[in-house]
């Protein structure tokens, strides 16, 4: 009928009384769409934990007059869709609401993540991050992290970004030293520790560590510890100015923080 009576799809079925949904077309891949497929395809490569929003907003980022709609089907049609992790139910307990930073440098979260070299050693980094913005401040690599490499890396994030309020930790033996609270008091910052086994009191740096974990050190495997610096440096530049985040509309944290 479409073909014969030069007629819409849509029509036809409605004459047929046939759904839409239920009629198979072969899928033809329009002369236009090619350009628009090929950096669709060039972003999931490079970005293989983005799905079709980041993708969508990313394209829209670079100059691509491109519809939503237009741009999930193609996703959807070269077979991109991220797996879909289902999550055990369990049963509601009290919640105490995480405080919401209202400005810059109202809190910083800070936490460690691990991994191994091909080598078998293990080396540990610090991630930092703004709660207001989500910006990765600093994140520091090497085998040992003590205490005093803790206070380093803060002094000179204070130094670039300015003193924040409070800092939110879990109770690590790093965290709670008597030489970190030392510092917090002479910086008259206010140094917070989650309650023990709570890690959802600390919901924005670990958000953050899952990201980190799935786009780095999950992603790669590494021979030394220089390389290891390197990619985090690489990545850390993309984070906080390429990666949309939808917790903030889709803006990269350094735009959210220019706008606000």
Partial sequence: MVDQKQISQRKACRW???SRNALVEPVLIKEKDKALISQIEQLARR?????VLKIYRRLRKQGKLVNHKRIRRLYRSL????????????????RKPLPKA????QCWSLDFTSDNLTGGRKFRTLNLVDDYNREALGIEVDYSLPARRVIRLLAQLVERYGKPERLRSDNGPEFISQALQD???????ELCWIEPGKPTQNAYIE??????????LDAHIFTSIRQVRQTVA????????ERPHQALKFMTPIEYRQAA
């Fill in 183 to 189: 510092w917090c008091k002479d910086q008259s910052i």
């Fill in 234 to 241: 690489d990545w850390l530049v993309e984070y906080n100015t």
């Fill in 79 to 94: 077979g991109l869709s991220l797996r879909r992790k289902t999550k055990k139910r369990l049963p509601d307990s009290a």
């Fill in 47 to 51: 970005h293989k934990h983005w799905g």
């Fill in 207 to 216: 958000r953050f560590n899952g990201t980190f974990r799935r786009e780095v």
């Fill in 16 to 18: 047929v009384g046939l």
């Fill in 102 to 105: 209202m400005t810059c440098n």
